[in-house]
């Protein structure tokens, strides 16, 4: 998600109801460095490394590589959960996703943590908040037995467009939140990240009332680009910025009671280039915590 302007900080609004301390997961590719389709085997690779951090990832697509196939038993010989995703942006996806989902879910309900109906799909255009919330309870309706929600750009929660899904009972939300996506240097993306989930988690109490204290609000995405990364603005990658934004940032969220999922476990080399809001060729490789080759670029303690 790339958003290039920052709102002026609302800390002062007051804190959101949180729990006692935030859990850690990450966003995990279901592809190789080479672009080809992991397999259970490399699922279970990816998650004998990960497993000093956490037992949580998420993925977007569960039909994309057939990966709910091999990653559901992945997770359950490691002892891992998954937040499986839907892409519901065009029919074909959708349906193929909940069709591979039908194959995976049942019997499984105890490894998937929830199911996400689209990712950034408001933030896109893609769907009006009544649209989406009608596909997520499509969705809630084939699996009664697993959490379903959404995941999306923070200000969509913050602005009222994610208000059909919180007055129709949506009780699963992924609040993504990039500081370097709005441009800012890395000693304030610390502040702009709290500012960001503040005014999401705030709007959607709000909006919610009593019910509240049953929705579980997580930041879905956050990270920063390593050494070869693009820049965005005052927004530079590189390898010690991103292990700044890591300890001042992430490591502050979880001890605030937030649940964290980091963007992203491993680099993605087979990703093409894309274009940034700002009109200028911007790389998505660069973002793991680890190398393609699941070497850690920097030590991690909060």
Not at 152 to 168: E, Q
Request: proline share 4%; aromatic share 10%; hydrophobic share 40%.
């Amino acid at each position: 998600m790339r958003l290039s302007t920052l709102l002026p900080i609302a800390l002062a609004a007051g804190p959101a109801v949180v729990s006692a301390a935030g859990n850690f997961g990450f966003a995990l590719g279901v592809k190789n460095g080479d672009g080809t389709c992991k397999s259970q085997k490399d699922f279970e690779d990816d998650f004998d490394v990960l497993k000093a951090h956490t037992h949580t990832v998420r993925t977007y697509s569960a039909s994309d590589c057939n990966n709910v196939e091999a990653i559901v038993p992945a997770a359950r010989a490691k002892n891992f959960k998954v937040v499986l995703g839907i892409w519901p942006d065009v029919e074909t996806s959708f349906k193929a996703d909940t069709e591979a989902l039908k194959k995976a879910v049942p019997g499984n309900e105890d490894v998937i943590a929830a199911i996400t109906v689209g990712s950034e799909t408001l933030y896109r255009g893609n769907f009006t908040g009544e649209e989406l919330l009608g596909k997520i309870n499509q969705v809630k309706n084939m699996f009664p037995k697993v959490k379903v929600g959404t995941a999306d750009s923070w200000n969509k929660y913050d602005d009222g467009t994610a208000d059909p899904l919180i007055v129709g009972g949506v009780d699963y939300f992924l609040v993504n939140a990039f500081a370097f996506w709005q441009g800012q240097e890395v000693n304030n993306a610390s502040a702009t990240l709290f500012d960001d989930m503040t005014r999401a988690m705030n709007h959607i109490q709000k909006i919610a009332g009593p019910r509240a204290k049953d929705i579980y609000i997580a930041t879905g995405e956050t990270g920063w680009p390593s050494d070869g990364g693009s820049n965005y603005g005052a927004a530079i990658a590189g390898t010690e910025n991103a292990k700044t934004f890591h300890d001042k940032g992430v490591c502050a969220m979880l001890a605030w009671g937030v649940d964290v999922f980091f963007f992203e476990a491993f680099d993605e080399p087979w990703k093409p280039d894309s274009i940034g809001d700002n009109g200028e060729s911007a790389t998505e490789k660069h973002w793991g915590m680890y190398t393609v080759d699941r070497k850690p670029k920097y030590k991690v303690q909060c």
